[in-house]
């Protein structure tokens, strides 16, 4: 790989500004193609589009049900485990990686970015940004319309409330919830006899 693309990739894995233009040699890691056939298979085509998932993810566990449509910046750059369910409008803004745990659910119009842009105006020139890994653990359950920012890693087993916007860890085993996403309390043993907690 040429210095001036190895400089790139340095700089995007350190979570440093970056432009399209500089990036533009990754447009090959796309699965945009991929992506578009699967949100146009029939119900009924599940061998299909278990196949086309094999191909538009970075690795894929066994039971992943996504239901279309679906986005993605790469797809190359997800990597999700087993028992995953993925509800509709499901966005990955995957310029680094994603990495999804075990049993993960995730509800309706959920948008998971690695990747956000400068604040201040002279340094978006050329859609300059920078992007850090997400990773969601096991058994983590998310909530509709919420958006999970770069850099985020939300613990083992914990629930993100619908409409959040999640932008610093959340640790495992609680119920957070807002925008910003808060803590609002553990998941204890009590949780087991009631149908919702939150």
């Not at 278990?50 to 996504?66: D, K, N, T, Y």
């Not at 993925?86 to 948008?111: C, K, Q, R, W, Y």
């Not at 949780?191 to 907690?197: I, Q």
Request: proline residues 7%; glycine residues 8%.
């Amino acid at each position: 790989m040429p210095a001036d693309k190895q400089s790139v990739l340095n700089r995007i894995r350190c979570g440093l500004l970056y432009s399209e233009s500089e990036s533009a040699f990754l447009r090959n890691e796309r699965r945009a193609d991929l992506i578009f056939s699967y949100n146009h298979t029939p119900p009924a085509a599940e061998q299909r589009r278990q196949e086309l998932l094999r191909q538009i993810f970075g690795s894929l566990g066994e039971r992943a049900v996504i239901l279309p449509p679906f986005h993605a910046a790469y797809g190359s750059n997800v990597h999700i485990g087993d028992d995953f369910y993925g509800n509709t409008n499901l966005t990955f803004v995957d310029d680094v990686e994603i990495n999804i745990g075990d049993g993960v659910m995730i509800a309706p119009s959920v948008t998971i970015a690695t990747t956000a842009h400068p604040v201040h105006p002279d340094l978006r020139v050329d859609y300059n940004r920078f992007s850090l890994p997400v990773v969601i653990e096991d058994k983590v359950w998310i909530g509709a319309n919420t958006v999970v920012l770069p850099g985020v890693r939300i613990g083992y087993g914990s629930v993100i409330g619908a409409g959040s916007v999640v932008t610093h860890d959340i640790p495992p085993l609680v119920v957070a919830v807002g925008a910003p996403c808060r803590v609002l309390r553990p998941i204890t043993d009590a949780d087991l006899t009631e149908r919702s907690g939150a």
